[in-house]
């Protein structure tokens, strides 16, 4: 028995054997033992791969520990996979490393196909030549024992040897599969308690090595979700009534979990012809009052480009949500990025100053929600919140929120409107102007996309577009002054300041935290919003000798053969710090498609501030990565 | 009506609404436009019925006829290009209480705006879409539209258009659970505002092409059909536009058309060289969209949070 205070698990097999039901039900467990978890889907790009195809890996990686986890890990220390071809598609994504403890259906080795014998094989060979640990499992065999079909049941078997190796106790598995195939009447209930039972002894009598994560329960009440339903549960939470969506990867879900519970919870998701259409209703609800939301990801941002600067120019609220996901194009729909920052800045035509903000954490995905919508209708105009695949998809817990009034949007206004107010009177100094709602008598007034004046008429000279232009953007300068500088997490000074936005915030934390625990003069600051950026960053960074930024989407190295200075292209936080801080602001980033895993990052860190290579994991993950 | 509510107000001190109230900014359109008979139309048509100002929203695309929500006193959204209609399904799908009115061309609904066209139809949903056709793009200094006729030439098409004119009411007929289609023409104001009265009366999205000419790009395309009412079929029928004595002397071709009838309503639609004016279809019980997203717009706040709450708890650990 060995005593870790964090292990990473996966397992995977083809899409249709249940891999995602038995890891999500081994967070699940996790999380109510009072871990921290942190799990991500394995999903293969395809709706029904081939059986053993390197790509059609379908699975869960799983991350527990003792304090809570916040982001997925580096290489995994337990595999369990149904066959040994799925593996490829996690090796090249850099998911093991020397040391991995892999469970491996060894039906293969005898299968009466000689090409798949040789294939099981070889693999064996070559993960033995990568430094893996495998451990030959007769899964089917086993499961027959129990079942008839082991394809529908092997995942509950599998179920039952990892929780045999962390030590769980199964009358709590028990309950969860009771509710998991509830609806599927007591015979299947019956049959896979059989199947985990059997999975369960079977690691009890057959493996010679377990471990122990210790508990550390926290106080009050956790949720566990993922990002889209956090950011669906948030939309909820703040009232907003109205999703108008158009189905897009990976940010449909969001929809999904929307649709069933609007029916509780009063409100309605429309499923648009298009991405322009559905942000065009989303606006036509808000014009009316009722503030929406429309959910989308990168694609889909660049159709509703036109109609975020027509809610710009004629100032309506709105919430528009991107699940970023890998660029340009339709690039890599179900992989993660962060590529969309400068878009959404800045594609529209003109200057289109809008309120752009990033959560860190699947928590803020809630949260976040509940303040873009107050923002949208304090500052009138569109806030959109950037997510990306990793919060998506990602699993974690966090503190149950408790709903408040205060959250959900006021009723419509439909009082009497003071008729000399005009309907954009804006405010010199801070932009703001109450916004006339349709049905409100005396506030009659022409919403446009032109140029107008405060009374909302056209305008073509030049004195009224500039200073309507100056006042949709002082109302950024507004919240700007609202806001309160973010929190470095490290000391206050030092040797290096990693700045990051979204996703990443939580690895990064992590591989500072270790390179810090080796004596590195670091720190690292997550910022949430992107425009207006956050107050005091140029103060923070004059506080470090160097400042880089580490994200998730394209750029060049400063030493890339073949890179003229002159013309190398940074990172998108980078390139926005750099210009509105005038800091010589360095980056790193990579578009590998998936979560930056936190030994990556640390290796980055060490070479920066010549700290030597830890030996462990982190150098291979690298390779795995490809540079 | 206005005449009769004078008459009938018990409460003396409620308001009558006047043309004036209804009057937004001066017209700019060009002397001869069509847009002006329309918004004539309309404007009579909401005092008529006495919707107060503010309870109905006028929306637009982009485009000369797109002008309109200018020239209404009442709320009003002058938008995208080819987008008026997502905007005003979204402002249909919170807002149940308010009148709305699209307002589009032929440019903005049947090139820019076709997939919005095609699905707004679909979707049913209470509102009364106005697509005024002139045959042209104006605002952009004459360019071939979608319902350009063959041959006519135009600053794209300096040789004449190469392909004849897409039928919007033959699309709009073809469409599913369409559910009110008429045409009219600008060059007869008791037509046009007898068939935007129907549009409105009806339950459902009514969709009212109006034919006009642009007095600059093509004032001539409809020269023959007004000196010759023959080429014109004036649709009659009980359940039809109301088709006054006036009206009536004008067009020798009555049609008798039940507009319950989908397949005549397409014939009528297809025939070339003439043109069917009133209702051609109307179908009462086509589903509607706007009354699905109604539900559960009037749940109290309290059982909101409550509700919300509920599904926060679904996510327990």
Known sequence: MTTVDQHVVEIVCDSGEGAQTAGQMFGTISARMGYGVWTVEIIPAEIEPPNRSRAGASGNRIRIGTQPIINMGDSADIVLAFNEQVLYSRIDVGAFGRGTRIFLENKWATDPDEGIRKDYADALADFEKRGYVVYEVPMEVECLKVVADARRGKNIWNLGLLCALYQYDPALVGAELEKKFQRKGTKVIEANKDLFKAGYEWCQENVDFGFQVPVQPSEGQSVVMNGNTAAALGIMAAGMDLCSMYPITPATSVSHYLAAAFQRTGGVVHQAEDEIAAIGFAIGASYAGKTAVTVTSGPGLALKTEFIGLAVMSEIPLVIVVVQRGGPSTGLPTRVEQGDLLASLYAAPGDAPKIVMAPTTIAECFHFMITARKLAEAYRGPVIVLTDANLATGQTLFERPVVEESWFAPPVDQSDWQPDVKPYAWDDDTGLSPRPIPGQRDGSYVLTGLAHDENSRIAYDSDINQRSMNRRSRKLHTLHKSLKPPVVHGDDSGDLLVVSWGSTGGAIEEAVDRVRADGGKLSCVSLRFLSPLEPGLKEIFDRFKKVMTIEINYSEPADEPGIPEANRRYSQLAWLLRATTLVDIDCWSRVSGIPLPPGVIEAELRRRINLKPRSGADVRIEAGLGS | ?317
């Open chain 2, 1 to 317: 009506m206005y005449g009769l509510k004078l008459d009938w107000d018990p409460e003396p001190e409620t308001k009558c609404f006047v043309l004036q109230d209804y009057q937004g900014l001066e017209p700019r359109w060009c002397p001869g436009c069509g847009d002006l008979a329309v918004l004539a139309a309309l404007q009579r048509l909401v005092r008529d019925e006495q919707i107060p100002p503010e309870k109905i929203a006028v929306i637009s695309g982009i485009g000369c006829s797109s002008r309109f929500p200018h020239y209404m006193k009442t709320y009003g959204f002058h938008g995208l290009h080819g987008r008026p209609l997502p905007i005003a399904s979204g402002v249909r799908s919170r807002r149940p209480d308010l009148d709305v009115f699209v307002i589009t061309g032929d440019g903005d609904c049947c090139a820019i705006g076709t997939s919005h066209w095609i699905h707004a139809i679909r979707y049913n949903m209470n509102m009364t879409v106005l697509m005024l056709d002139n045959n042209i793009y104006g605002l952009t200094k004459m360019q071939s539209s979608p319902t350009t006729r063959l041959g006519k030439k135009s600053n794209t098409h300096p040789r004449g258009t190469i392909l004849g004119p897409l039928d919007p009411i033959s699309v709009t007929l073809s469409i599913t659970n369409a559910s009110f289609v008429a045409q009219t023409v600008d060059w007869n104001p008791p037509h046009v505002l007898a068939t935007i009265r129907a549009a409105h009366e009806h339950q459902g999205l009514s969709f009212v092409r109006i034919m006009q000419r642009c007095p600059h790009y093509t004032p001539e395309i409809w020269t023959e059909y007004q000196q010759d009412p023959s080429c014109i079929f004036l649709l009659d029928h009980p359940d039809g536009i109301p088709v006054d004595a006036g009206v009536a002397r004008l067009f020798e071709n009555k049609v008798d058309h039940d507009p319950s009838d989908l397949p005549a309503a397409r014939d009528l639609a297809a025939l070339d060289e003439v043109i069917p004016i009133g209702l051609l279809y109307r179908n009462p019980d086509a589903q509607r969209y706007d009354l699905a997203m109604h539900e559960g717009l009037d749940m109290p706040l309290d059982d909101r949070i409550t509700a919300a709450q509920a599904e926060v708890d679904r996510f327990l650990i």
